[in-house]
């Protein structure tokens, strides 16, 4: 069984930049795809980041050229550097893993397998 932490989240004004955690606990296929979405109160969740085996990374538009996927595999540690923060970037965001051999860092939540229980950021404008 895979377990999931994310970590790093907190308040920050508009403009301001964090970097989101994720460790990973059990098991992960070196197939795994893993990515990192958000949910803000009364919206859909939405796909925010994700990488596959491969190191190829994928993005929603929204956060294009603000947002950096890594991952550390010695650590089994995702991270997501996140840069030029605004209010619209408010939610709680949420690391998973797909354990698919054929996963391809899709964007789409139910392709995933396993969720942590998120972490909370807040933009203040």
């Known amino acids: 069984q895979v377990q999931l932490v994310e970590s790093g989240g907190g308040s920050v004004q508009a403009g301001g930049s964090l970097r989101l955690s994720c460790s990973a606990s059990?098991?992960?296929?070196?197939?795994?795809?893993m990515g990192w979405f958000r949910q803000a109160p009364g919206k859909e969740r939405e796909g925010v980041a994700a990488i596959d085996s491969d190191g190829r990374t994928r993005y929603a538009d929204s956060v294009k050229g603000r947002f950096i996927i890594s991952q550390d595999n010695a650590k089994n540690t995702l991270y997501l550097q996140m840069a030029s923060l605004s209010a619209e970037d408010t939610a709680m965001y949420y690391c998973?893993?797909?354990?698919?051999?054929?996963?391809?860092?899709?964007?789409?939540?139910?392709?995933?397998?396993?969720w942590g229980r998120g972490t909370q950021v807040t933009v203040s404008s």
């Open positions: 998973s893993a797909d354990r698919s051999r054929y996963c391809i860092g899709s964007l789409i939540g139910d392709e995933y397998d396993y």
């Open positions: 059990g098991y992960i296929s070196r197939w795994s795809c």
